[in-house]
């Protein structure tokens, strides 16, 4: 219906009849449309024409020697390429009701009567000229649509190579930094005249550090969109426990309000999201607050959410969902250290797995993560 190019064409409208006055006088009605007309002198021959290209309508007469409009109109419907063109049959006037019933069965949208009055031939090619052009405008759209998706895909494949080797490539010269500064606070602190001096270097080694933790993490992001994941049934029970024990010691009450279905997801993904939400539930407290953590679950028909909800500091709901992008960080590094990568790792992790998270969160009344996955099937 639209060529390479996306520009539309011209409707077309087939005209079949045997009788090639006939022909000329529906070709002479139809002239003052702006349309292309093409003549059929056979059922068989229109079969071939419509095979080749797409038609807005085609007028077919009923009697015509060996394939009549009958049979040529089953063919026609038989057909995937022109199931759905409209067919309008020509007939004569003193055909009997039958006919024109049949005519219907068979799948015309109409039919006109002959001798043809050419207003109302007109008016109905109109319509159907008017229904293809829109849905012709419409495939135009939905395949500019398609495009402009592939080419962002594309271009964000494009870019994540890109920044994943380049981030790749930045942390061999930092490794030299942390490296030699570490050697040189060591074994050469002596020749360092003064305390100033070796507080410099250890500012320069933790910022080498922290650099290379944000690189890291970026390289953990980018791989997050690449890679292929395979969802299947995990313990979310066991993961949460994983996570817990991954909290090293940090001086904290956790409280795991069980049970905990199964989820579908991934296992790995799903471990990065827990402790992510964990560290940052035991990192954002108020000074000398010991921070207390409480894990629950909810089912919600046929989806699980889990909760992590914290006593800390909180969050104003407008900065509730700008936290989970890239770099989003509402405190400075020196109070909470962090490279503010943590929440967009959550945020991509959950989308992977075909599930969603979210907080719930006031200034000084504790932060309420929670993510959502699809409930696996016993
Ligand atoms: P990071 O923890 O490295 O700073 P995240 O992406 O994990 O980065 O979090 C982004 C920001 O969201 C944090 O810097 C902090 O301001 C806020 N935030 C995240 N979790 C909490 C929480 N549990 N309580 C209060 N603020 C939080």
């Not at 936290?323 to 250290?337: D, K, Q, S």
């Amino acid at each position: 219906m639209i060529d390479e190019t996306d520009k539309p064409v011209k409707a077309r409208v087939l005209i079949v009849d045997d009788q090639p006055e006939n022909l000329i006088a529906l070709e002479t009605i139809l002239d003052d449309l702006d349309l292309t007309v093409v003549r059929a002198s056979s059922g068989e021959e229109a079969l071939r024409l419509l095979f080749a290209e797409d038609y807005a309508v085609v007028l077919l007469d009923v009697r015509m020697p060996g394939m009549d409009g009958f049979e040529t109109a089953s063919f026609i419907r038989a057909r995937p390429r022109s199931r759905h063109i409209p067919i309008i049959f020509v007939t004569a006037f003193d055909d009997p009701l039958e006919r024109v019933t049949r005519g219907y069965t068979i799948g015309a949208v109409d039919y006109i009567l002959k001798p043809i009055n050419a207003d109302i031939l007109r008016s109905k090619v109109k319509v159907f000229v008017e229904l293809f052009l829109k849905s012709q405008s419409l495939e135009i759209e939905v395949a500019r649509r398609r495009r402009v998706e592939e080419e962002l895909r594309a271009s964000n494949r494009e870019l994540e190579a890109f920044s994943y080797s380049v981030s790749h490539d930045l942390r061999g010269p930092l490794r030299a930094i942390t490296g030699f500064s570490d050697v040189l606070l060591k074994d050469y602190a002596d020749a360092i005249a003064d305390e100033e001096g070796r507080d410099f270097l250890r500012r320069i080694a933790a910022g080498a550090r922290q650099m290379d933790t944000l690189i890291q993490d970026l390289l953990s992001f980018s791989r997050l969109g690449r890679e292929r994941i395979l969802i299947s049934p995990v313990d979310v029970a066991l993961v949460v426990n994983d996570a817990v024990t991954g909290l090293n010691g940090t001086p904290a009450q956790v409280d795991r309000d069980g049970p905990f279905p199964s989820a579908m997801g991934h296992r790995t993904l799903l471990g990065q999201v827990f402790s992510n939400l964990l560290s940052n539930a035991v990192k954002f407290v108020a000074p000398d607050t010991l921070p207390k953590v409480r894990i629950r679950s909810e089912v919600h028909g046929e989806r699980v959410r889990v909760w992590v909800e914290d006593n800390g500091i909180g969050i104003a709901p407008e900065f509730h969902e700008r936290i989970f992008r890239v770099f989003e960080r509402l405190h400075p590094a020196g109070g909470y250290p962090g490279t503010g990568i943590g929440l967009a790792i959550v945020r991509r992790a959950m989308e992977r797995m075909g599930g969603k998270c979210g907080v719930d969160s006031a200034p000084g009344k504790g932060s309420r993560f929670w993510i959502e996955l699809p409930r696996a099937k016993k």
